[in-house]
């Protein structure tokens, strides 16, 4: 009784395992989404950075705190998200209809790429940081901080 039990216990483990890892390849992007995605997450970042830039930098639209503290957690939250794991196997090259930019040096230089993209999510954490305090100053210091971040892993990695 006590053999039937514990053979009983590890075929539902057993089966419980494969349903997760079933589970979690089914919940995988393709190479093709990955790419749309990572885009699609540049691009809401880029869009934020615009409203914090016309806000606190130019000054071509007038200053409103409430909406550079939304912009600032946006790009944190969107830096923050795991967006590296959009750049899986396959997605160093156009698939579908779905162009990349990114260059192959990105996919041979993990270790480097993860720095700069640490580096990209502490700035992004202190440009949020920042438009907490109101303080324009500030914040405009810190979003040129995050931009020499942007402009680090593009100089390296991005395609023109």
């Given at each position: 009784?006590?053999?039937?039990?514990?053979?009983?216990?590890?075929?539902?483990?057993?089966?419980?395992?494969?349903?997760?890892?079933?589970?979690?390849?089914?919940?995988?992007?393709?190479?093709?989404?990955?790419?749309?995605?990572?885009?699609?997450?540049?691009?809401?970042?880029?869009?934020?950075?615009?409203?914090?830039?016309?806000?606190?930098?130019?000054?071509s639209v007038a200053y409103d705190p409430a909406q550079v503290e939304a912009?600032?957690?946006?790009?944190?939250?969107?830096?923050?998200?795991?967006?590296?794991?959009?750049?899986?196997?396959?997605?160093?090259?156009?698939?579908?209809?779905q162009r990349t930019r990114a260059r192959p040096e990105l996919f041979q230089n993990f270790p480097d790429v993860a720095t700069l993209g640490n580096n990209m999510n502490r700035a992004a954490d202190n440009l949020l940081e920042q438009a907490q305090t109101g303080d324009q100053a500030k914040i405009r210091a810190a979003f040129g901080e995050l931009g020499q971040t942007c402009k680090a892993c593009h100089d390296k990695y991005r395609a023109r």
């Open positions: 009784m006590n053999l039937t039990f514990t053979r009983t216990l590890c075929a539902l483990t057993l089966g419980a395992g494969m349903a997760v890892a079933l589970v979690a390849q089914a919940q995988s992007p393709s190479a093709e989404d990955q790419i749309k995605f990572r885009k699609a997450g540049y691009s809401f970042m880029s869009w934020n950075m615009g409203k914090i830039k016309a806000q606190v930098v130019d000054g912009a600032a957690r946006a790009i944190a939250g969107i830096a923050n998200s795991g967006m590296g794991a959009l750049f899986g196997p396959g997605t160093d090259e156009d698939v579908g209809d």
